[in-house]
């Protein structure tokens, strides 16, 4: 494989994780555009060297792949926080693991693949994060409701 290949499979890594990276920074999360990027980096770099190590007959070339999706597990455990009850971070850590198999994607040469994964889930934090807000006071108001239906029921 010739650097000038190499080069492209790095270029498309860069600009399919900045795209996902550019929503979450927007969007003031903690995993935003510089950590997107060299994670989809990175797994590109780790994919493609996995290609370099498996070129002989029987090299196992599934082995560092398996590997970047259990570091890209453990980092993204690392993004989720449980706070008051609640938990956090899941949408970020989901993020982080999807940016890790684009990366992969472009390292394998699975290009259309990785611009329809980079397009649908930017669609789905968009779209999805616009829907949130509204199913959020939806739901908070049919809780008070019930909590006052609760009080009535007690008295």
């Given at each position: 494989?010739?650097?000038?290949?190499?080069?492209?499979?790095?270029?498309?890594?860069v600009?399919?994780?900045?795209a996902?990276?550019?929503?979450?920074?927007?969007?003031?999360?903690?995993?935003?555009?510089?950590?997107?990027?060299?994670?989809?980096?990175?797994?590109?770099v780790?994919?493609?060297?996995?290609?370099?190590?498996?070129?002989?007959p029987?090299?196992?070339?599934?082995?560092?792949?398996?590997?970047?999706?259990?570091?890209?597990g453990?980092?993204?455990?690392?993004?989720?926080?449980q706070?008051?009850?609640?938990?956090?971070?899941?949408?970020?850590?989901?993020?982080?693991?999807?940016?890790?198999?684009?990366?992969?994607?472009?390292?394998?040469?699975?290009?259309?693949?990785?611009?329809?994964?980079?397009?649908?889930?930017?669609?789905?934090?968009?779209?999805?994060?616009?829907?949130?807000?509204?199913?959020?006071?939806?739901?908070?108001?049919?809780?008070?409701?019930?909590?006052?239906?609760?009080?009535?029921?007690?008295?």
């Open positions: 494989m010739d650097w000038s290949s190499n080069l492209f499979h790095v270029i498309m890594a600009m399919l994780g900045a996902i990276g550019l929503e979450r920074e927007l969007s003031g999360k903690s995993a935003g555009l510089r950590t997107n990027v060299l994670i989809c980096l990175g797994a590109t780790f994919t493609l060297i996995s290609k370099q190590m498996g070129a002989g029987n090299a196992p070339t599934t082995r560092i792949a398996a590997q970047i999706v259990t570091g890209v453990f980092l993204g455990a690392g993004a989720v926080i706070d008051r009850g609640g938990v956090r971070g899941l949408t970020t850590a989901a993020t982080i693991w999807v940016v890790a198999s684009i990366g992969m994607a472009c390292g394998a040469g699975y290009y259309s693949l990785a611009v329809i994964s980079t397009f649908t889930s930017i669609t789905v934090l968009v779209g999805l994060g616009l829907l949130e807000k509204p199913m959020q006071r939806y739901v908070k108001r049919n809780k008070q409701t019930s909590n006052a239906d609760e009080k009535n029921m007690q008295t």
